[in-house]
């Protein structure tokens, strides 16, 4: 987590989104247009029990500059959703995974490797958990999200938490030829 990124991180995840958020507000009369931002259900803080929308966020220990200006994002979208009647939603998307986005993923690394004979490697004894989300459900919420629902903050989740050792489990034993 490098401070150069801090910078880059707030233009492209707060400003920006600030400035869009802004145009999708209607002076004086509701709107048929629906706001969608993409948070990060990353930033909540580490417990062992589920987190839900109301859970603290405190992105300190991690991807300090990207968290932050992320949820910085969602305080302005919902500062505009209160004030200026924005009909915004909020999505606080866990870990999205897929075979070819998010090239830094467990998920992905774990499948390349694999793919190419590799050893899959588990840091700090994989301990760490996450809530595996596929892309595939973030676009059918999203979908849904711009036909149905309040306006707010939601969670998007399988709410499931796996180890990284259990996932390095998981892909081993769907590719054993390979592992």
Known sequence: DDPAHADRCFRLNSLATLELAQLAVCPGQASDCRFIYYSAANAYASTDILATETSPLYPSKRATYYLSSKLLGELYVEHLRI?????????RISVPYDWDALKRSVVTQFLKCVSHGLPLKVIENGTNACDFVHTTDVVALTLKALRYGDAGIYNVASGHSTSILELAKYVAATFPERS
């Open 83 to 91: 004030t200026k009647k924005l009909n915004a939603i909020s999505l």
